[in-house]
C-alpha cells in the first residue's frame, strides 16, 4: 500500500505562475496560516500557497513510525511529487522552521523561509514541551470545548493558547479527544530537539537561498545564532522583525511585506 499523501489546501488561482509550500509549527495545521496566506496572494497573486497539514496534524492521519523530522521530509517529498506544478518555495514557522530547512536538498526549492525557529540541536524546553507533559495530567475525554480550555487555563496556559490548542479535540461516542497520541507528538519533538540543521545553512543546495526571520519578541532563536546564521554563506540571510513568536499573527504587516518584497519574480 503506498504510502498516504498529507493533507493540503491550495490558496491561489489561474494567476499562480509559481507555489510554495506553507509547514505549520506543533499542534497546529495548515489553517492556522490560511489569513495570511491570502493576504500573500492578494499582495503576490503570482505565487499561491499549499498550506499543508503535517503528519500527526489537522487531517493527515494514517501515517506509520518513525515520527521523525527524516520521515517528514519524506512526507513533503512526497506530496510536492504529487503536485502539479511542483512547489519551488518552502516557508516553515517553528518546528516547520526547522523541517523547511532539512527539506532543501531533497526538494531543491529556489527559497526556503525560516519563521522564528532554530537550526540548533538542543534539550527539550518550552511551552510547547511543557504541553506534554500537561497533555499527560489532563483527562483523555472532555465533555466539551470548553471544559479543555478551562483545563489549560488551569494549567496556566493563556485563554488563547488554551483555545487554539482545544482545535485539536475530536467528537467522539463518548466525549472530546485529542486528534492525535502524546507519545506520537513527543517522537517528534524530542527529534526536533536533537536535530541540528546547521550544515544546510553553511551548505544550502546550489540555487536555493535561506531567509531567517527572527521575531524580536522571541526567544527561540538567540542573538548569537543569528549572528552565526548571518555569516555562514552568501545565500544564507538572516532578518528581525518586530513581534512574538507567532509572528504571523503578532506582526502580520510586516511579515507580508518584507515576504512579497522578497518572493522571486516572474519577470
Given at each position: 500500500?503506498?504510502?498516504?499523501?498529507?493533507?493540503?489546501?491550495?490558496?491561489?488561482?489561474?494567476?499562480?505562475?509559481?507555489?510554495?509550500?506553507?509547514?505549520?509549527?506543533?499542534?497546529?495545521?495548515?489553517?492556522?496560516?490560511?489569513?495570511?496566506?491570502?493576504?500573500?496572494?492578494?499582495?503576490?497573486?503570482?505565487?499561491?500557497?499549499?498550506?499543508?497539514?503535517?503528519?500527526?496534524?489537522?487531517?493527515?492521519?494514517?501515517?506509520?513510525?518513525?515520527?521523525?523530522?527524516?520521515?517528514?521530509?519524506?512526507?513533503?517529498?512526497?506530496?510536492?511529487?504529487?503536485?502539479?506544478?511542483v512547489p519551488t518555495v518552502v516557508l516553515g514557522h517553528s518546528f516547520g522552521g526547522k523541517l523547511a530547512l532539512l527539506s532543501a536538498r531533497a526538494l531543491?526549492?529556489?527559497?526556503?523561509?525560516?519563521?522564528?525557529?532554530?537550526?540548533?540541536?538542543?534539550?527539550?524546553?518550552?511551552?510547547?514541551?511543557?504541553?506534554?507533559?500537561?497533555?499527560?495530567?489532563?483527562?483523555?475525554?472532555?465533555?466539551?470545548?470548553?471544559?479543555?480550555?478551562?483545563?489549560?487555563?488551569?494549567?496556566?496556559?493563556?485563554?488563547?493558547?488554551?483555545?487554539?490548542?482545544?482545535?485539536?479535540?475530536?467528537?467522539?461516542?463518548?466525549?472530546?479527544?485529542?486528534?492525535?497520541?502524546?507519545?506520537?507528538?513527543?517522537?517528534?519533538?524530542?527529534?526536533?530537539?536533537?536535530?541540528?540543521?546547521?550544515?544546510?545553512?553553511?551548505?544550502?543546495?546550489?540555487?536555493?537561498?535561506?531567509?531567517?526571520?527572527?521575531?524580536?519578541?522571541?526567544?527561540?532563536?538567540?542573538?548569537?545564532?543569528?549572528?552565526?546564521?548571518?555569516?555562514?554563506?552568501?545565500?544564507?540571510?538572516?532578518?528581525?522583525?518586530?513581534?512574538?513568536?507567532?509572528?504571523?499573527?503578532?506582526?502580520?504587516?510586516?511579515?507580508?511585506?518584507?515576504?512579497?518584497?522578497?518572493?522571486?519574480?516572474?519577470?
Open positions: 500500500m503506498p504510502d498516504p499523501i498529507l493533507s493540503h489546501h491550495a490558496i491561489g488561482d489561474d494567476r499562480a505562475r509559481s507555489w510554495m509550500l506553507v509547514l505549520h509549527g506543533i499542534y497546529g495545521a495548515g489553517r492556522n496560516w490560511a489569513t495570511f496566506a491570502r493576504s500573500l496572494n492578494d499582495a503576490r497573486p503570482d505565487w499561491g500557497q499549499i498550506l499543508v497539514d503535517l503528519r500527526l496534524h489537522g487531517h493527515s492521519r494514517g501515517f506509520e513510525p518513525p515520527h521523525t523530522l527524516t520521515a517528514c521530509v519524506h512526507d513533503l517529498v512526497a506530496l510536492s511529487g504529487s503536485l502539479d506544478p531543491r526549492p529556489r527559497q526556503v523561509w525560516v519563521i522564528d525557529s532554530t537550526p540548533s540541536r538542543r534539550s527539550p524546553q518550552g511551552s510547547a514541551y511543557r504541553m506534554l507533559g500537561v497533555l499527560r495530567r489532563l483527562p483523555t475525554v472532555f465533555p466539551d470545548r470548553g471544559a479543555a480550555v478551562a483545563a489549560l487555563q488551569g494549567e496556566g496556559f493563556e485563554a488563547q493558547v488554551a483555545s487554539w490548542m482545544a482545535t485539536n479535540l475530536e467528537i467522539g461516542r463518548d466525549g472530546y479527544r485529542w486528534k492525535f497520541a502524546v507519545d506520537d507528538i513527543e517522537a517528534l519533538l524530542d527529534d526536533f530537539f536533537r536535530t541540528d540543521a546547521w550544515d544546510i545553512l553553511e551548505r544550502p543546495p546550489a540555487g536555493t537561498s535561506v531567509h531567517m526571520i527572527r521575531a524580536a519578541d522571541s526567544s527561540v532563536m538567540t542573538e548569537a545564532e543569528a549572528e552565526r546564521a548571518a555569516t555562514v554563506h552568501v545565500a544564507t540571510s538572516v532578518d528581525t522583525l518586530p513581534g512574538g513568536h507567532w509572528l504571523h499573527v503578532d506582526n502580520p504587516s510586516g511579515l507580508l511585506a518584507f515576504l512579497a518584497e522578497k518572493l522571486p519574480s516572474h519577470e
